[in-house]
């Protein structure tokens, strides 16, 4: 088992009507509040309505609009209403692109550079205004790590930052808030939970047995509760669990004792670039190919233990365990909606090249699972075609 | 799902060398530092040694001899110190023991009144100094969770107490300390990792999937590899997941969703208290007569559930399984070299009914995943002999 720290401090109240705790829960930084949400659902649920009404004794300065894929021109408004106002506090309000755009409007307000090269080097990164959050969709796990993507669309780059002062001091998390989510945002958002667990299951570790057998529990939660989801938007049981399990995987826990850099999301970080396309649904596309592309004498056996503990497969010979493992994850994703190929999507083979190039540029793919180049991206993405 | 709260906010060092840390991990709260510590196998393994040598920098008052079971009288001479010297921060180096005493005495040194009033009533605690630990035996969790046990031998009381500020605001867990364990105590300490899991996972709430499977996770890390690490005493995998598995067994991740009393812990309080016994070994010997007390229409799915997630028992007919995972449990105990029976271990029927009497005063077993009256826990108790 490798070395590890793990401090995942954030202040987590879960369940229904915890948003009563959000006073509670900034006091403690200042009266000053700038409150960052996305597109407006939170003002069709009531959300917005109620947070404001439970602020009405703090200074609530607002920032609306931040996109899917957050872009790096809503974090730079952010950090201009910072700097003017001098906020005390981040409140985000919405789903893991409103927290990653408050994550670096948080750095941002201390940094007297553009915001942009916090994202492009997170060494740069310094004093970080305290961040709390409302999460309203289960997927990127943002309300309780030091992680945020920011997109920048002139450069057609989507890049991973982090700081251990970005991991929210405080998060509310109602299931109930998820209700209304659209199924292809709940599909989606699974899909990216799996792709988390999956970029920390497959590494070459194998001591650290405790974090893989939390990591198959997290999956077998997604397999359980999405499909329910997806029929019952209302059942709270699976939208408790899948809003738990979003939290847990991705807070550092799945990794502790393990290691090793990811590849998928660096893939899809390409297709998110260059499109724009649902982060989730990029995951979906491209994960059980990059599975079918590494299968090999080295990866059988955990992909095997993958088959036998998530998807209970029998099967005695470990290459048709691992193959009906990766026709079952590709099922999955199918069964819950979300288109499989990139042709469905209006993605053709005419930037593959360039995306390939992106990926292993900005990422260490030789310290993932299995190393890849360029040939070896480019080849899983065109089999997503 | 209930609501939960999660605020587990620790900073865990985790493996080979981490004790280097320390300095960096005290540092923020002050130079006096109070270190509490045992019975002097950290003088035997050169932990005493190392410590000092890396506290070079911070003036160390000391604290010896907390005895396992701590002791009231230990905490009041830790208190006096820190009063008298001004004390910054509380480092405990050892087991739950030493743990445990530190953190009464880190919130006695606010209290004008006797530190027992702190364990008899935790609503009396207030403020509380910074604890820093060092973990030298996988058992009780206490490196980070807010629980603390303190026993008065002139009352023969043996009782819980708890702080959200007592969670140690940082704790380095080194496996290797674990090497020179007595094959007794890494049983022992095992027994109570299982125990505070069953605690948790026996209980009436079904809709915690995830808190379910974690704790599944939990207990086959412990049945994997506490016989290994009795075999090879220096096997590192072993003993960084049963490290691990203490740790992560009672930091209130395995509650997250759920909730109710516990039951066996209550029960050994007593045995404790009256026989200054192990605390695993009068866990071992209860769980299991427990267990089959309790087994009914009302609970054999979770103890089927429980043998066929755990134990791989395959046994068609439900009360075949529960039975056959008791059965497993109190084998897997046996074989870990645990004496089985409370005769063994020289208590005999005397003080039952006064142990069931108190038992049942000083806990709310109405609250437990079975309610429980004094005859029940003298029927249990009765089975232990």
Not at 11 to 36: H, N, S, T, W
Not at 297 to 303: I, L, N, P
Request: glycine letters at 8%.
């Amino acid at each position: 088992m490798n070395n590890f720290r793990y401090h995942a401090y954030t202040d987590i109240r879960f369940g229904k009507g915890q948003v009563a705790c959000l006073p509670e829960l900034l006091a403690p930084y200042g009266k000053k509040v700038l409150m960052v949400y996305g597109g407006g659902s939170i003002r069709k649920n009531g959300l917005y309505d109620k947070v404001k009404e439970l602020l009405a004794e703090f200074e609530v300065f607002e920032l609306g609009g931040v996109e899917p894929n957050p872009k790096i021109t809503s974090v730079r408004d952010g950090v201009e209403i910072c700097k003017k106002e001098k906020i005390d506090v981040v409140l985000a309000v919405g789903g893991g692109s409103t927290i990653d755009a408050a994550k670096v409007i948080a750095g941002g307000t201390f940094y007297e550079g553009d915001a942009w090269d916090l994202v492009a080097d997170s060494s740069k990164i310094g004093k970080v205004l305290p961040i709390v959050t409302v999460l309203t969709l289960a997927a990127t796990g943002s309300e309780m790590n030091k992680n945020a993507v920011i997109s920048n669309m002139e450069l057609n780059q989507k890049l991973g930052t982090a700081s251990h002062d970005f991991i929210p001091q405080a998060s509310v998390c109602d299931p109930e808030y998820l209700y209304t989510l659209p199924a292809k945002q709940t599909a989606a958002g699974t899909a990216d939970i799996m792709s988390h667990i999956f970029e920390q299951y497959f590494q070459k570790n194998t001591e650290a047995y405790i974090s893989d057998r939390f990591a198959e529990s997290l999956l077998k939660a997604c397999i359980k509760y999405c499909p329910i989801a997806l029929k019952e938007p209302e059942n709270y049981e699976a939208r408790s669990n899948l809003m738990w399990a979003s939290t847990q995987a991705l807070n550092s826990l799945l990794s502790c004792g393990k290691g090793g850099a990811w590849t998928c999301h660096p893939i899809e970080h390409e297709l998110s670039a260059y499109y724009d396309i649902t982060h989730g649904v990029g995951l979906a596309i491209v994960t059980p190919r990059w599975m079918r592309y590494i299968l090999s004498e080295d990866t059988v056996d955990k992909f095997c233990e993958y088959g036998r503990n998530v998807w209970n497969i029998a099967e005695e010979d470990k290459y048709c365990c691992a193959n009906a493992a990766i026709d079952a994850t590709e099922q999955f994703f199918k069964d819950c909606g979300i288109p499989m190929t990139l042709t469905e999507i209006g993605i053709d083979d005419s930037k593959i090249v360039l995306m390939a190039e992106d990926t292993v540029k900005y990422n260490n793919l030789k310290a993932a699972y299995v190393a890849l180049e360029e040939k070896d991206v480019e080849a899983i993405l065109r089999a997503c075609l």
